[in-house]
T-cell receptor
Framework: GQNIDQPTEMTATEGAIVQINCTYQ??????LFWYQQHAGEAPTFLSY????GLEEKGRFSSFLSRSKGYSYLLLKELQMKDSASYLC??????????FGRGTQLTVWP | DVKVTQSSRYLVKRTGEKVFLECVQD?????MFWYRQDPGLGLRLIYF???????EKGDIPEGYSVSREKKERFSLILESASTNQTSMYLC??????????????FGEGSRLTVL
């Protein structure tokens, strides 16, 4: 398998900015996904980076450096509803995703 | 609205029972996947399929089998359920996109308890 590492837990306050990091082995992946999962629900797609650089989508941005095996998800203007687990996943040419264990983000008022 | 539908949200079974978890997608996707999700362990791939009648082992296939007789349907079978198979099971599908990986669409999940 492929090792994907991300922090287990993070906390932040409403209105703040938080960056969730993800590192992975550099061989074998052809892109990096981020998913959001609220408690008791299925994961939902947030972003996909296949090239190096920053992809911005509203309050959420995702960054990828393939040479460093590094990605991050940046959440701005945090809201209470952003409290969730954030899953980093590497994509393979065969179509399967390799998931990290997820980062549980808690947003405090 | 695209959809992946899992047949049961909650199941309770007894040790040794045969369990069928059904998954249907309406997006004409080639790829389908079964994951289990446990606290602290994240999503782990059990089996996946690239096409009808094709199947590939994931990272934890022991104790499971799958069936893909039709493109839209991917079934997970627990031949003889055991208590360590108590978990949340998530089905997902994705399109075949050539060199890049397609986005995964997940079902709502099936929470299985084995007593």
């Amino acid at each position: 398998g492929q090792n994907i590492d991300q922090p287990t837990e993070m906390t932040a306050t409403e209105g703040a900015i938080v960056q969730i990091n993800c590192t992975y082995q550099t061989s074998g992946f052809n892109g990096l996904f981020w998913y959001q999962q609220h408690a008791g629900e299925a994961p939902t797609f947030l972003s996909y980076n296949v090239l190096d650089g920053l992809e911005e989508k509203g309050r959420f941005s995702s960054f990828l450096s393939r040479s460093k095996g590094y990605s991050y998800l940046l959440l701005k203007e945090l809201q209470m509803k952003d409290s969730a687990s954030y899953l980093c996943a590497g994509g393979s040419t065969l179509g399967r995703l390799y998931f990290g264990r997820g980062t549980q983000l808690t947003v405090w008022p | 609205d695209v959809k992946v539908t899992q047949s049961s949200r909650y199941l309770v079974k007894r040790t040794g029972e045969k369990v069928f978890l059904e998954c249907v997608q309406d997006m004409d996707h080639e790829n389908m996947f079964w994951y289990r999700q446990d606290p602290g362990l994240g999503l782990r791939l059990i089996y996946f399929s690239y096409d009808v009648k094709m199947k590939e082992k994931g990272d934890i296939p022991e104790g499971y089998s799958v069936s893909r007789e039709k493109k839209e349907r991917f079934s997970l079978i627990l031949e003889s359920a055991s208590t360590n198979q108590t978990s949340m099971y998530l089905c997902a599908s994705s399109p075949r996109t050539g060199g890049n990986t397609g986005e995964l669409f997940f079902g709502e999940g099936s929470r299985l308890t084995v007593l």
